[in-house]
């Protein structure tokens, strides 16, 4: 091989390399506006579900203490903010926690009442949904599941962002800056989990 042909593939790699770096570093900020944005469209489920749970408090579907444990979980969570994520993770969880004790299984996400007997507060499915207007329990059991695959997909962000950032030349070539490593945002949000 001549001077010429070496120096020339020396190039070519070095350009392929610095393409690749790019393309890294171009996929990388992608990942990460992704993950912004799935986490403001989980904020936005988290506020419908909670006003969502603030109209069902405040209807009279349910008795004054079961209102009261409503209304208390919904407003913790419009006010939770985002000044620390394991604190509104809690709350989510908390308010979560409150529809499955408040409300029937039936009404709260669809499925079958598990224990029939459960609190002497609760109406059943039918009581409620006569005292609720269908389109306050539809937007709860519609919010709730809006949150589950909010959450879900911001995992999944947050995944794939995890994933390129263990690569060794995002690693060796800071490509991510100083860009904060995104966190998953776990908390209980199945509403029909009664076990």
Known sequence: MSTIEVVTLIVAVLLAFAWYLTYTAARLHRL??????TYAALDAQLVRRAE?????AN??????????????????????????????????????RAIRL?????????G????????SH?????????AVSSAALDRLDS????????RRFHNDAVTDVLRLRRNVFVRLFFLAGRTDL??????????????
Do not use: K, Y
Not at 52 to 56: G, K, R, Y
């Open 32 to 37: 990460h506006t992704r993950v912004e944005g």
């Open 52 to 56: 969502a749970v603030l109209e069902v």
């Open 59 to 96: 209807s009279g579907a349910v008795d004054p203490a079961a209102a009261l444990i409503l209304a208390d979980a919904a407003t913790e969570s419009l006010e939770g903010g985002d000044d620390d994520q394991a604190d509104r993770e809690a709350v989510e969880s908390d308010l979560t």
């Open 102 to 110: 408040t409300l029937p299984a039936d009404v709260a996400g669809g």
């Open 112 to 119: 079958e009442p598990t224990d029939p007997g459960r609190a």
């Open 122 to 130: 609760l109406a059943t499915g039918r009581e409620l949904g006569s």
């Open 143 to 150: 919010a709730g599941q809006r949150v589950m695959m909010a």
């Open 182 to 195: 995104p966190r998953t945002v776990e908390f209980d949000d199945d509403v029909r989990d009664l076990g």
